[in-house]
């Protein structure tokens, strides 16, 4: 009787250390250094980077402010008193890119592209994103972006998926980068810079350990496209005189656009219309000009700053102004922002508009030699994304957006 009590406690102690072993070693697998793979979220930077606006909190990384900010060096600072690079509760770094093309920092899938706030694309949480799921239980979001490039189930490897921009809760046009990984059932935010303070991190037992995560250099660096001619097509008859655009509406015409004048426009002239809700009534074409070779080209669109329109103001601008282009491999639709182009905010909560406009990549593409009738890029008055879409929400359901037409121009990639 004792003998079989006795191998019944050894047993159940067995399976006591089993499971405390395997419990160690579930925390020393999550606690461990992973594989660095993320490369910067941008072209070039040399061997410093381009330098950071405000960096990731380890006090309280969840967007409220908490009065402490302590950075990856174990650096605190309180509140009120708060020098450059600081940001109370913030959950990623934000770098100086304006109105710059966005890269992938690693390859993956978009798992999200669209407003952040479906319900609300004024001036709240980080507007216009991507967020990039990758092979190693990590995602990693880009936020404030005027443009989106690919749309939700794509993947992508690490070239251009926006445009930086201003978006969302945003002072001015930067880029929000953040990461993401898996911990306790849920991806949680954690610092890629990891954390070098002499104490514990604050923020890994809600979130578990941030490590370093960037490439060494120059793995981390994608070199700056070497940009050579460029290759402008203005927005109508008087400025183009090779045909190569053309504007048209279902009602006949060009009736259901107006005109514009101004210094900030390309050749000083634009035309305006307004978006509908869900279908197409009226659109431009800009087909490609004589381009000199066959190759890579960077799709770049002007929208100047004008709102020369009774009760329309620069905000009013379309949320979602969906530019088709047609390639020699296809074609893309890409979704940019244009209500927010040229807008900043002062240290007194002060709203600024600066002109005389924006070119926005529309990213780079394959285009053929000379002049094609059916390669082009295509603008369409309707800003509505069906929620059947890839992109998986209506972008901008809105009617009555002013949506501005000027120029394109592409850009030869050497």
């Excluded at 921009?165 to 993401?180: A, I, M």
């Excluded at 008055?381 to 592409?410: C, E, I, K, S």
Aim: glycine letters at 10%.
């Amino acid at each position: 009787m004792v003998f079989r009590l006795l191998r019944k406690l050894n047993l159940l102690l067995f399976l006591l250390a089993l499971w405390q072993g395997h419990a160690l070693w579930n925390v020393e697998l999550a606690n461990a250094q992973p594989a660095v793979f993320l490369g910067r979220p941008y072209y070039g930077g040399g061997t410093t980077g381009i330098g950071l606006n405000a960096r990731f909190d380890h006090s309280q990384p969840n967007g409220v402010a908490n009065g402490v900010f302590t950075d990856y060096n174990g650096q605190q600072v309180n509140n009120p008193v708060c020098p450059p690079s600081c940001y109370d509760g913030h959950t990623g770094y934000d770098l100086p890119l304006s109105y710059l093309p966005v890269v992938a920092a690693a390859d993956g899938t978009i798992v999200y592209a669209g407003w952040e706030n479906p319900n609300n694309h004024d001036g709240v949480n980080l507007g216009l994103m991507s967020k990039i799921q990758h092979n190693n239980n990590h995602q990693t979001i880009y936020g404030h972006l005027s443009e989106i490039r690919y749309m939700t189930g794509r993947t992508v490897g690490r070239w251009q998926i926006g445009t930086s921009g201003t978006t969302g809760n945003s002072t001015g046009p930067h880029l929000h980068f953040e990461v993401r990984h898996w911990h306790n059932n849920d991806y949680r935010v954690t610092d890629p810079y990891g954390w070098n303070g002499s104490g514990a991190d604050p923020n890994s037992n809600t979130n578990g350990p941030s490590h370093w995560l960037w490439l060494d250099w120059p793995a981390r660096e994608l070199p700056v496209p070497n940009r050579t001619t460029l290759h402008t097509l203005d927005d109508g008859p008087v400025n183009d005189t090779t045909d190569r655009f053309d504007i048209a509406c279902l009602s006949g015409g060009a009736s259901g656009f107006g005109t514009g004048s101004t210094s900030n426009a390309i050749n000083s002239d634009l035309y305006w219309t307004f978006t509908e809700g869900t279908g197409v009534d009226c659109w431009v074409n800009w087909r490609t000009p004589n381009l000199p070779s066959t190759g890579q080209y960077e799709v770049e669109v002007y929208v100047p700053l004008w709102a020369s329109v009774q009760n329309h103001g620069y905000a009013t601008r379309a949320h979602a102004a969906r530019y088709r282009i047609v390639h020699a491999n296809g074609e893309d639709t890409i979704v940019l922002d244009q209500h927010r182009l040229g807008y900043s905010k002062d240290a007194n909560n002060v709203v600024h508009w600066s002109g005389p406009g924006v070119w926005i990549s529309l990213g780079r593409y394959d285009f053929s030699a000379g002049s094609s009738a059916t390669q082009l890029v295509q603008l369409a008055d309707t800003a509505f994304v069906p929620a059947n879409n890839t992109y998986g929400q209506p972008l901008d359901p809105d009617q009555g957006r002013l949506l501005l037409v000027d120029a394109v121009r592409w850009v030869r990639i050497q």
